[in-house]
């Protein structure tokens, strides 16, 4: 382990052994006090500051990463960097022990190096840490603060074989709390259940993966996402039941696959949350639907309807390809939005759908022969996603599928928002299209509606208001000095050529957002896509990318 230090080195020492090289590690400890605080407004730390909860729990800023602090648990804060804490609810109270660390170099030119700035990197001791040996450290935390009121000599020796004591207990029981807060544990068990609802989804079992109470669990999550966990299971069960009755598979088939044990329970539940009996959604959904193109899709997704005929592609439509191309009986061609139309048109002549979805804006040509093979629902392009969406739904009878979809979005919304808020505060996101080594800003109708518009994300300011698909060279970007960027690079070889070499440049890394890894690579689909499934995306990845 390492050494105690009064001044640089005496000539009295303690040395005691320890793996990872901590044996060259030399401390001199500074102070140590108790902190009864509700709020410290943020600090540059000169020296390293250990910090031991004694009681309490509080938010904990560390230059720019936010986290839960708890009793028990302790946080390293090295030379240089910027902190502030707030109190949750009550009085928060901390062991405070400041201190220098110095390197021994085995140099008799240069024995000793004190650790600051960027050599502070090297203490392996950085952040928050649970530990198993809590009563161990809080007694020598005690005994620490008792030895400081004699300030005599021998009791300043004494105070440095009790630090290193100190730092043996933390080091030896420490366990690296994976989560940055119990927030974010919760987020992640969201996506298990996501992931494995149709298992047993027990709130104790739940609870155990994160290692908190069945009760403290429940409420946490009913806190965070405005609905109990057993409501929220039970959801996911039946949108999965309601996109399996589509198929011709059989009802106890189906409630086997979602995890209910038999048909009549999950009967039981799908009337209770739909209106209807598996049977009678079924039957609703025999119509032939087809989407003329892919935004059609994501409507028609959103409703639980499969399309009998649309446009995917494992390029263009990638998402629709790899997890609907199964359960979409026609596949119309998705090259260059349309550009085949006319042999899709004879696809759906030949399989005769009993209804066609399309854009108002395709071509007075389409029109006429669409006209020829089915009745067209047209959904104009004047009017915003929300409202498409529930102009299709109420031409296929389906308001009611409609309105539970968006409630469930809107409850998507308002959580993705508050983690934002919560993570992110005021950050400006700039969203940025590459193609052929030239940069657009890139605020499609999508981003618009769903990132500066439900999501309420700040756009970097700017004399003059930028424009959808305004050029913008890699200095516009440095004066518009967003906190992060969205860059979607396009596929194709000369853009991937280009950027690249952008990404070697010097300029690129002159952008704040670039030094601070806050680029985010995001692809058209579903950041360009229209639709109401593909919004639903977007917030995913949004959660994903920035929480």
């Given at each position: 382990m390492g050494r105690g230090v009064d001044e640089l080195m005496t000539s009295e020492q303690v040395h005691h052994k320890a793996p990872g090289g901590w044996e060259r590690f030399v401390y001199k400890l500074l102070d140590v006090e108790v902190v009864n605080t509700t709020k410290e407004s943020s600090k540059l730390s000169n020296t390293f500051e250990l910090l031991i909860v004694k009681s309490g729990k509080a938010r904990l800023t560390i230059d720019q990463d936010s986290l839960l602090l708890f009793q028990g648990e302790v946080c390293l804060i090295h030379p240089s960097q910027v902190y502030s804490l707030k109190a949750k609810n009550n009085m928060f109270e901390y062991l405070l022990m400041t201190f220098e660390c110095f390197l021994d170099m085995a140099d008799s030119h240069r024995p000793y190096v004190r650790l600051q700035g960027k050599e502070s990197?090297?203490?392996?001791?950085?952040?928050?840490?649970?530990v198993s040996g809590t009563s161990s450290m809080m007694a020598l935390g005690k005994g620490l603060l008792h030895l400081k009121e004699e300030s005599s000599r021998m009791d300043l020796f004494q105070q440095r074989i009790q630090f290193e004591k100190l730092l043996h207990v933390i080091i030896h029981h420490k366990k690296e709390v994976s989560e940055v807060d119990t927030h974010k544990a919760i987020e992640k068990s969201r996506v298990y259940m996501d992931q494995h609802f149709h298992e047993n989804m027990s709130i104790e079992r739940l609870a155990s993966r994160i290692e908190v109470s069945p009760k403290y669990f429940s409420a946490l999550f009913k806190k965070?996402?405005?609905?109990?966990?057993?409501?929220?299971?039970?959801?996911?069960?039946?949108?999965?039941?309601?996109?399996?009755?589509?198929?011709d598979i059989k009802i106890r088939d189906v409630a086997n696959e979602v995890g209910y044990n038999d048909e009549y329970y999950l009967s039981r539940k799908f009337k209770q949350l739909v209106g209807l009996s598996p049977s009678a959604y079924r039957q609703r959904r025999t119509k032939k639907i087809a989407a003329y193109d892919f935004f059609s899709v994501g409507y028609l997704?959103?409703?639980?309807?499969?399309?009998?005929?649309?446009?995917?592609?494992?390029?263009?439509?990638?998402?629709?390809f790899y997890?609907?191309?199964?359960?979409?009986?026609?596949?119309?061609?998705?090259?260059?939005?349309?550009?085949?139309?006319?042999?899709?048109?004879?696809?759906?002549?030949?399989?005769?759908?009993?209804?066609?979805?399309?854009?108002?804006?395709?071509?007075?040509?389409?029109?006429?022969?669409?006209?020829?093979?089915?009745?067209?629902?047209?959904?104009?392009?004047?009017i915003n996603w929300r409202k498409q969406f529930q102009h299709i739904a109420a031409f296929l009878d389906e308001e009611e599928e409609a309105q539970t979809w968006l409630t469930q979005y809107d409850e998507k919304v308002a959580y993705t928002k508050h983690q934002l808020e919560k993570h992110h505060g005021e950050e400006t996101v700039l969203p940025l299209r590459l193609h052929r080594g030239a940069l657009y800003f890139d605020n499609s109708r999508t981003i618009e509606d769903v990132l500066y518009g439900d999501l309420q994300v700040a756009l970097c300011s700017c004399k003059t208001p930028l424009k959808r698909n305004d050029n913008?060279?890699?200095?516009?970007?440095?004066?518009?000095n967003p906190d992060r960027i969205l860059l979607n690079v396009c596929q194709e070889t000369k853009t991937l050529e280009s950027w690249e070499s952008l990404k070697q440049s010097s300029l690129w890394h002159d952008i704040r957002a670039v030094r601070n890894h806050a680029i985010h690579?995001?692809?058209?689909?579903?950041?360009r896509e229209y639709s109401?499934?593909?919004?639903d995306?977007?917030?995913?990845?949004?959660?994903?990318?920035?929480?």
């Open positions: 990197d090297r203490f392996p001791l950085k952040g928050r840490y649970a965070e996402f405005g609905i109990s966990v057993t409501e929220y299971v039970t959801r996911l069960r039946i949108n999965k039941a309601k996109s399996m009755l589509v198929k997704l959103a409703l639980n309807i499969y399309p009998f005929a649309a446009p995917i592609h494992p390029k263009w439509t990638s998402y629709y997890h609907y191309r199964k359960d979409i009986p026609i596949h119309l061609s998705a090259f260059q939005v349309n550009k085949d139309w006319q042999a899709n048109i004879a696809l759906l002549k030949k399989h005769s759908p009993d209804v066609i979805l399309a854009k108002d804006s395709i071509t007075s040509e389409e029109k006429d022969f669409l006209a020829m093979i089915a009745p067209v629902i047209y959904y104009p392009q004047s913008l060279t890699v200095e516009d970007v440095i004066r518009l690579v995001i692809s058209s689909d579903p950041w109401a499934s593909a919004h995306r977007v917030i995913n990845e949004v959660l994903a990318l920035l929480s």
